[in-house]
């Protein structure tokens, strides 16, 4: 079945960065548009940046665009973000997702915390 991993979270001071990372399994990774999310307490799920299947063209969010890089290597069925000048508000779980035939499937996230 679709599996996604998460990993790279943790504390960062303002102003630092870190690279997230979401691993696939159980589908073909490389056909499908990937993305990460965010969700900080008491606020919605919100859309960080995609990345297609086909020439890995990248789209960002308002909120952290400028700011973010999302790639993907698809021999190693992962896709990245890498974050930078991060701000306590950027603090949130971050989620990956597959978009599979019209279906989405979500890792379990992981934590970013910027303190104030």
């Known amino acids: 079945q679709v599996q996604l991993v998460e990993s790279g979270g943790g504390l960062v001071q303002p102003g630092g960065s870190l690279r997230l990372s979401c691993t696939a399994s159980?589908?073909?990774?490389?056909?499908?548009?990937m993305s990460w999310y965010r969700q900080a307490p008491g606020k919605e799920r919100e859309l960080v940046a995609s990345?297609?299947?086909?020439?890995?063209?990248?789209s960002y969010g308002d909120s952290m665009k400028g700011r973010v890089t999302i790639s993907r290597d698809n021999a190693k069925n992962t896709v990245y973000l890498q974050m930078n000048s991060l701000k306590s508000e950027d603090t949130a779980v971050y989620y990956c997702?597959?978009?599979?035939?019209?279906?989405?499937?979500w890792g379990q996230g992981t934590q970013v915390t910027v303190p104030s």
């Open positions: 990345i297609g299947s086909v020439g890995g063209s990248a």
């Open positions: 997702k597959a978009r599979i035939m019209r279906l989405d499937y």
């Open positions: 159980g589908f073909t990774f490389s056909l499908y548009t």
